[in-house]
């Protein structure tokens, strides 16, 4: 059981636009604490996607977003491309575990 | 450019020990706070153990707690994980991941990851 809740699964057809939401609490996301993003591709080790809630790094395209509000958080994928099927975790600090936590992750299938 | 190379994964009795390694490269390795992050076989990812930028300040997740030491050496380039008393559920890869800055903030975050070395608890 994660602390940060996301859906097991989305999935979407190229070129439309998906959404994966984050759900935490008063001691993560709802205390302040900014939420970061991960891609992880099958077979290889995640990578950084989204940093500070919604600011993408160098190099990420500008078709992935990201969003905070109360105690979620959302990443957005539009424009949907077949190498976008991957694993996308989210992550932020939760003060009662006093510890760096992860959501349970979510697959992402390109129909 | 920046890279992250684990090694010192392997099979392991229950209770043993094993010591990671993470080599780093392409940037200023001292002047950037270090993590170790586990995901098990087809779960999802979990931090294990962070450290500053001069050792100073160490924190560990509760479940490996008393059983893992991680200590870097900036000389080397390098950074540990000591994982003593391993038990079936430390079964995973062990990804080394350089931190957002020089001290271990909340705001921390994970980039970039080495390939990771599994480490497999079993008898």
């Known amino acids: 059981q994660s602390v940060l809740t996301q859906p097991p699964s989305v999935s979407g057809a190229p070129g439309q636009r998906v959404t994966i939401s984050c759900t935490g609490s008063?001691?993560?996301?709802?205390?302040?604490?900014?939420v970061h993003w991960y891609q992880q591709l099958p077979g290889t080790a995640p990578k950084f996607l989204i940093y500070?809630?919604?600011n993408r790094p160098s190099g990420v395209p500008d078709r992935f977003s990201g969003s905070k509000s109360g105690t979620s958080a959302s990443l957005a994928i539009t424009g949907l491309q077949a190498e976008d099927e991957a694993d996308y975790y989210c992550?932020?600090?939760?003060?009662?575990?006093?510890?760096?936590?992860f959501g349970g992750g979510t697959k992402l299938t390109v129909l | 450019e920046v890279q992250l190379v684990e090694s010192g994964g392997g099979l392991v009795k229950p209770g043993g020990s094993l010591r990671l390694s993470c080599a780093a490269s392409?940037?200023?390795?001292?002047?950037?706070?270090m993590n170790w992050v586990r995901q098990a076989p087809g779960k999802g990812l979990e931090w294990v153990s962070s450290i500053s930028s001069s050792s100073s300040y160490i924190y560990y997740a509760d479940s490996v707690k008393g059983r893992f030491t991680i200590s870097r050496d900036n000389a080397k380039n390098s950074l540990y994980l000591q994982m003593n008393s391993l038990r079936a559920e430390d079964t995973a890869v062990y990804y080394c991941a350089r931190g957002r800055t020089t001290v271990v903030v909340p705001a921390n975050w994970f980039d970039p990851w080495g390939q990771g070395t599994l480490v497999t608890v079993s008898s």
């Open positions: 392409g940037f200023t390795f001292s002047s950037y706070s």
């Open positions: 992550q932020s600090y939760d003060s009662s575990l006093s510890a760096w936590v």
């Open positions: 500070g809630n919604s």
């Open positions: 008063s001691s993560n996301i709802g205390a302040g604490y900014d």
